[in-house]
């Protein structure tokens, strides 16, 4: 295998950086303070740091090229360097328009939607002018299990009439998400539990659609985007607006996790690399019972496995990524559960140790530590829990011995 990066992609690579440098890591507590008076909109300045993003040509970098027209132009391995440095901040990946839920959402688009469908909302998705959700996961059910789904999604002349209720549904707090993409059954009794559900584009602002509350994450509101509870009450769409057809939900929602899965992780190793990092300067800067902290032989312990286990799960996400580039996502499909199990497992226990070094500033809103944990934690049941994927990920590897 050859991680070697063309004088392009190390050219992006410098590029994402010195942003970062020069215009996200000193902006994150002005970008706290605009949340905080105006929690649930875009904050002015992100609105100005992506704008100065898309001028410097680091926009949409994570659509595959194999996306043709709506492509960023590169290979998931090439977009794995500079997916790492963007998950080091929380908002980063938002400002080159590579954030979840978007990010899945425009593959969807790309890949199923039709001309009318890209036209009005894929197009205004890459060029960062709206955002939008995908709500799926549901209250009543084990939603680990997509085909558990029970939002009912009903033809009635030329329209559905969709009911149900969803909850964690990322992004859909912000004013500015104005489209959903909805899962639900709209064949629920036919005997293939796998073509019973459907997935449709229903507008934010369409009668019915009740964003009830914003979910907490372990205590943290996560706005702007938040995690909406939503009831779809007789809310009513054109049947133009089903994606590709009835039931090819189940089929869609796999397409749309498998590289939402690798990119988690990409980001989930910058965070573990910028907490290693802090790591490494604190334990210099530090005096314990005398001396600095580094000549404790258990920091050095946890630096050193930190960085281990950073850069195992770093060679997993390129290994991954590489094979998704050169035999698709379906035959990376073990691999991609092999570091969604690993590189959130990794990170937590780095952030963890990361946490205990800083002390009490460890825990506080005064580093981003304790914040990007409770993300990371989320990260362990997000687009399918750990054992989902270990359960199918055995049985797979199994199968080769039967």
Not at 28 to 54: F, Y
Not at 117 to 127: D, I, N, T
Not at 269 to 286: P, T
Request: glycine share 8%; aromatic share 6%; with cysteine.
């Amino acid at each position: 295998m050859d991680f070697e990066y063309s004088e392009k992609v190390n050219g992006l690579i410098s590029q994402v950086k010195r942003f970062m440098e020069i215009h996200v890591f000193p902006n994150e507590n002005a970008m706290q303070a605009q949340i905080a008076e105006n929690p649930w909109s875009t904050p002015p300045l992100l609105d100005e740091l992506k704008a100065l993003a898309k001028q410097q040509g680091l926009w949409n970098l994570f659509m595959p090229a194999s996306y043709g027209e709506f492509s960023g132009g590169l290979t998931n391995l090439e977009y794995a360097p500079l997916a790492e440095e963007m998950g080091k901040v929380h908002w980063a990946p938002e400002v080159f328009n590579c954030a979840a839920p978007d990010t899945g959402n425009m593959e969807v688009l790309a890949k199923y939607g039709n001309k009318v469908q890209q036209e009005k909302w894929l197009k205004p998705l890459l060029a960062g002018e709206i955002r939008s959700a995908f709500a799926m996961t549901e209250p009543e059910v084990a939603s680990s299990d997509a085909t558990n789904i029970e939002t009912l999604i009903e033809k009635d002349g030329d329209e559905y009439v969709i009911n149900g209720r969803k909850f964690y549904i990322s992004g859909a707090c912000r004013a500015q998400c104005e489209i959903l993409i909805v899962m639900g059954k709209t064949d629920p009794t036919n005997e293939n539990r796998h073509i019973q559900q459907s997935q449709i584009l229903v507008p934010t602002n369409t009668p019915g659609v009740n964003i009830v509350r914003p979910m907490h994450v372990f205590g943290y509101s996560d706005a702007p985007e938040g995690h909406a509870e939503i009831i779809f009450d007789n809310v009513r769409v054109p049947a133009s607006n089903i994606i590709a057809g009835e039931g090819r939900g189940f089929e869609i929602a796999q397409g749309r996790l498998g590289p939402g899965r690798i990119h988690h992780c990409m980001r989930s190793i910058g965070a573990a690399q910028r907490a290693l990092d802090m790591m490494c300067k604190r334990v210099n800067e530090r005096e314990v019972f005398g001396a600095p902290m580094i000549k404790n032989q258990s920091v050095r312990e946890d630096i050193a496995l930190s960085a281990c286990q950073i850069e195992q799960a770093r060679l997993m996400t390129l290994k991954a990524a590489q094979k998704m580039d050169t035999v698709g996502n379906k035959e990376a499909k073990d691999l991609i559960a092999m570091i969604k199990i690993v590189a959130p497992n990794m990170a937590l226990d780095v952030l963890d140790r990361a946490i205990q070094i800083h002390g009490a500033l460890g825990v506080s809103q005064d580093t981003f530590l304790a914040h990007m944990y409770a993300g990371l934690r989320t990260l362990r049941l997000a687009d399918g829990p750990d054992q989902v994927h270990m359960m199918q990920l055995g049985r797979n590897l199994a199968r080769q011995f039967q």
